[in-house]
């Protein structure tokens, strides 16, 4: 894990939050030599959360379209 000083993420900011995106996460030291590590922030979303899509079709139409997938042979 690479450590950088206070001044060096000021001046690399956009560099140092895409290594924290690579490896995880960063530690960034102060002058008085506090240490705070800097990581990407957790999602919850599931990668399988995905927008409906509207269709302008009747009940009828789509439960006869269901009906003639499921009599199809295999």
Not at 1 to 13: D, F, G, K, N, V
Not at 34 to 51: E, G, K, M, W
């Amino acid at each position: 894990m690479i450590t950088y000083t206070y001044s060096e993420a000021r001046q690399q900011l956009a560099s140092l939050l895409d290594r924290a995106q690579r490896d995880g996460e960063v530690l960034v030291r102060r002058r008085d030599g506090r240490l705070f590590t800097i990581r990407p922030a957790q999602t919850n979303d599931s990668p399988l959360d995905v927008a409906g899509v509207r269709v302008e079709m009747e009940l009828d139409d789509l439960l006869a379209i269901q009906r003639e997938i499921r009599e199809r042979p295999e």
